[in-house]
Nanobody, 126 residues
Framework: VQLQASGGGLVQTGGSLRLSCAAS???????????VGWFRQAAGKEREFVAA????????IYRDSVKGRFTISRDNDKNTAFLQMNNLSPEDTAVYYC?????????????????WGQGTQVTVSS
């Protein structure tokens, strides 16, 4: 599975962005059974978990600092996952990566994810 993240950009504090993660590849017929996660890495910091969406019935999870502001969703017919980010703050500035886990369980540790996209830059100005 290949993942392509997009939708990043420069936005002012309080603004919104919607990131997309498009999946492609020969295993696509089973994409709906993958968990999809979003992670981010700010300059000089370690990568951190943001949100994850499991396959049917397994739900979604978020890091505490984005709860109520970010929403993860997916459109399995289009093999695409999304991260809607509202009320952004400078602390959200980072490169955002999407990842996919073939076992379908939403997890907050990157070591569980089999596939990673290339990242998209999100910059929030104060």
């Amino acid at each position: 599975v290949q993942l392509q993240a997009s939708g990043g950009g420069l936005v002012q504090t309080g603004g919104s962005l919607r990131l997309s993660c498009a999946a492609s590849g020969r295993t696509l017929p089973t994409f709906s059974r993958y968990a999809v996660g979003w992670f981010r890495q700010a300059a000089g910091k370690e990568r951190e978990f943001v949100a994850a969406h499991g396959w049917r019935g397994t739900g979604t999870i978020y890091r505490d600092s984005v709860k109520g502001r970010f929403t993860i969703s997916r459109d399995n017919d289009k093999n695409t996952a999304f991260l809607q980010m509202n009320n952004l703050s400078p602390e959200d500035t980072a490169v955002y990566y999407c990842a996919a886990d073939s076992d379908g369980i939403p997890r907050n540790s990157g070591r569980h994810y089999d596939y990673w996209g290339q990242g998209t830059q999100v910059t929030v100005s104060s």
